[in-house]
């Protein structure tokens, strides 16, 4: 038997952007160029360098119905889904510490030298949700999520010298109230596109 052929360009790999931005921001418009992403992302921010990149997972959960008659269920139902994006940001600004935490408010004083933020986070039901995005270091794909909860607990790491400081977030992805109709879109052009 022969080996399946291998369709290299199909082989994914290294990291990506992430972005985010406050609720109802306007969502580029995707238009292909020689097989590549270029769309201008007004008042969306970068999260920039994390640990290992981004992972999605997406789970589903599901329940057998069972009959007496039958060593097999005779249906498989689905009772819950979740979308999860999770990272560990490296780079610990203001913003991102505010983004970690779901929103919370921020006053800054003073200038130049004696500039000073002071930072206090939300308290429960006053969080805030907000929209992530990816887009593949190929620019062949970009992955939207119009509305996430970051759910997973933050660990603020500060360890030995040569131990980088890290934000860690796990985003729940929510349908949000308008627009989308799903927790997420994909977008893929280039090799990636109806790829079979």
Known sequence: MGVAPIT????????????????????????????????????????GSTDAGVTYT??????????????????VVTTSKSSRVAFVANEISDLIWKLAMNGGTTTVTGTAGTKMTEYAPPLA????RV????QSNLDDEIIVWPQVFNVGSVEYVRGTFETKAGLSMEW?????????????????????????
């Open 8 to 47: 290299s360009n199909l082989v994914q790999t290294g990291p990506g952007r992430i972005r985010y931005a406050p609720l109802a921001t306007a969502i580029p418009t995707f238009t292909p160029t020689a097989s590549k992403f270029a769309p201008t992302w007004t008042n969306w921010l970068d999260v």
């Open 58 to 75: 997406e789970s589903t959960e599901t329940a057998d119905i069972r009959v007496a008659e039958s060593k097999y269920p005779v249906r």
């Open 125 to 128: 039901d006053a969080e805030v």
């Open 131 to 134: 929209m992530l995005a990816f």
């Open 172 to 196: 729940n992805a929510e349908i949000p109230s308008s627009g989308y109709t799903t927790p997420y879109k994909r977008f893929t052009t280039g090799a990636l596109s109806l790829a079979t």
